[in-house]
């Protein structure tokens, strides 16, 4: 038996071929189209010599396209390889070396940058251009996607796979260039993709279970707010595939379109990546109506869900729940608890408070060893995890370490282990700030922040100091109409967080720098802090 992404998604076809699969903008497929158009883009990719362990990078924003190409790819036992598109032309060029990209499938709209860096890549022998109604885009050479499409067979006619497919998830690079972590299609599956339950734990051993499920009843709704070049919203659509859901995607993250979505297909649930994208979600619906009663449920990962952010959620939603995951490229889920309103605050690293641990995840100490209870020590997960970093062996020696006998993934974060047994997480322990001999958590001074009316959003990072070692920065993006000083956002901090926590600078912004997937981006934020004049 076989957990392979590409079979996975076809037992589901087969039993719900009529189904609306996608959504997206004013274009929709169902199960069959969907299956029907990805046959015949991996037979295009065949043609040309790609196939099994072959890597084809997918440069796009959200798009019926994207989701193709991933599952053409899965279909020949290649490897889709996700591009963040705000890269520019050195950056893409790391990143197509590095991940030994042969083909890209690419919107019209980036021909001038694959244009810019196609010369320098001399392993990229083929490239796919999606029609996004860019007026005459820059020549490439590229075929056209739907004329590829158009010249192949629909039929699914490919040779056996197996769940030792490889599947790799090229990181957003928040503190450095881009790493790509490679899992087994069945490790990343049962870590993020519903192989085993996120609630109950149990592990699924039949690879037809979920494609039964979709048969008996048909469930509601999903949207993907976070671009498809992000591991959250590649398996909110993919785990969505697997269960039969029809998946709402949206084109780009806008708050008024997110709010749009729930009430025209009465999305039920949606998942978030923390303040990022609740900040203007909520904005957005204190300045319109909207209709959110289909609404039960939202859920945060991947980046800090500060509590007085939250309150505000709740202000407008009290009778939506909140699950808030812990989890990484790296390490996939590690736990998830509830939020109800009157819950939100306490306790540092963002109000993540009293998680549970997830199956098979522990905090270790230095040595490897279970932490007691009380003590600090770094989050770990055993069971199914990533074979380890493509072409990086000292990083993946570094991460990814045997204890007794036992292969666990360590990414990085710190969590204290509480007497009940739950964790309260602390933060990346590469970010934890040393100063004067203190340690700081970011996210506990962003939240603090964040709790000020006038504060849009802020990023907290560490700076060198000849007194302190390091010294805490803030840089903070105003509320449109506000203006605070630095000495209101320190005098705010000081009422919530101990005095060497608060910002010793304060860099006052018109954006705080962060990916396209919400998550923080260190490297432009450190820049910021060397550039500009603290407020």
């Known amino acids: 038996m076989a957990f392979n992404l590409a079979d996975l998604a076809e037992h589901t076809v087969d039993l719900v071929p009529d189904r609306t699969a996608l959504i997206c903008g004013d274009r929709s497929l169902t199960f069959a ?3 029907a158009r990805a046959n015949r883009l991996a037979h295009h990719l065949a043609a040309q010599g790609i196939g099994e362990r072959d890597h084809v990078a997918i440069y796009s924003y959200n798009s019926l396209e994207y989701v193709e190409a991933m599952l053409a790819a899965y279909k020949l036992r290649a490897v889709p390889i996700n591009v963040n598109y705000r890269y520019v032309a050195d950056e893409l060029v790391y990143l197509f070396d590095n991940a030994d990209v042969v083909a890209v499938v690419y919107q019209a709209g980036f021909a001038d940058r ?4 196609r010369d320098r890549l001399p392993g990229l022998r083929h490239l796919v251009e999606i029609d996004d109604g860019t007026a005459d885009p820059v020549p490439t050479g590229a075929v056209r996607y739907e004329d590829a499409l158009a010249a192949c067979s629909p039929e699914r006619d490919f040779g056996p796979r197996d769940d030792g497919d490889l599947y790799i998830l090229y990181t957003g690079g928040t503190t450095g ?6 899992w087994r299609h069945e490790d990343v599956w049962r870590t993020l993709g519903g192989g085993i339950d996120f609630v109950t734990g149990e592990r699924i051993t039949d690879e037809h279970q979920l494609s039964r499920a ?3 009843g ?8 976070a671009p498809l070049m992000h591991g959250a919203a590649q398996w909110g659509t993919l785990g969505g595939l697997f269960k039969g859901v029809t998946n709402v995607l949206l084109p780009r993250f806008d708050p008024h379109l997110v709010w749009d979505a729930i009430e025209r297909y009465d ?3 949606i998942s978030i990546t923390g303040d990022a994208m609740a900040v203007p ?3 957005a619906l204190e300045e319109r109506t909207y209709d959110t009663s289909s609404l039960m449920a939202i859920a945060s990962t991947a980046a800090v869900f500060s509590p007085a952010v939250k309150d505000r959620l709740f202000d407008l939603l009290p009778n939506v729940f909140v699950s808030e995951a812990v989890g990484s490229s ?3 889920f590690n736990g998830m608890r509830l939020v109800e309103k009157g819950a939100t605050s306490g306790g540092t690293g963002g109000g993540m408070i009293n998680v549970p641990l997830g199956p098979d995840s522990v905090i270790i100490d230095d040595e490897g060893h279970p932490v007691a209870p009380g003590e600090v020590g770094r989050l770990a997960r055993g069971g199914n995890v990533p074979l380890g970093y493509y072409k990086d062996p000292v990083k993946t020696a570094a991460t990814f370490i045997e204890v007794d006998g036992r292969r666990l993934s360590v990414p990085g974060d710190l969590a204290r282990l509480e007497e009940d047994g739950t964790m309260t997480l602390l933060g990346r322990g590469s970010q934890c700030i040393n100063t004067g001999g203190e340690k700081v958590f970011p996210e506990e001074v962003e939240s603090a922040l964040k709790a000020h009316p006038d504060v849009f959003d802020a990023l907290v990072i560490g700076v060198a100091d000849e007194r302190w070692g390091q010294a805490v920065a803030a840089v903070v993006a105003p509320r449109t109409g506000t203006s605070p000083t630095a000495d209101d956002l320190t005098e705010h901090c000081r009422s919530r967080i101990a005095g060497y926590k608060v910002p010793r600078r304060v860099h006052l912004v018109d954006e705080v720098p962060r990916q396209p997937s919400g998550k923080p981006d260190y490297t432009r934020a450190r820049t910021v802090t060397e550039e500009t004049t603290p407020a």
């Open 33 to 35: 189209e969907l299956e």
């Open 114 to 117: 694959i244009a810019e860096v």
């Open 177 to 182: 260039m881009p790493k790509g972590v490679m």
């Open 214 to 216: 979709a048969a008996e």
């Open 218 to 225: 048909e469930p509601s709704m999903g949207l993907v707010l």
């Open 267 to 269: 999305i039920g649930v």
């Open 281 to 283: 979600l909520i904005d």
């Open 330 to 332: 790296e390490g996939g």
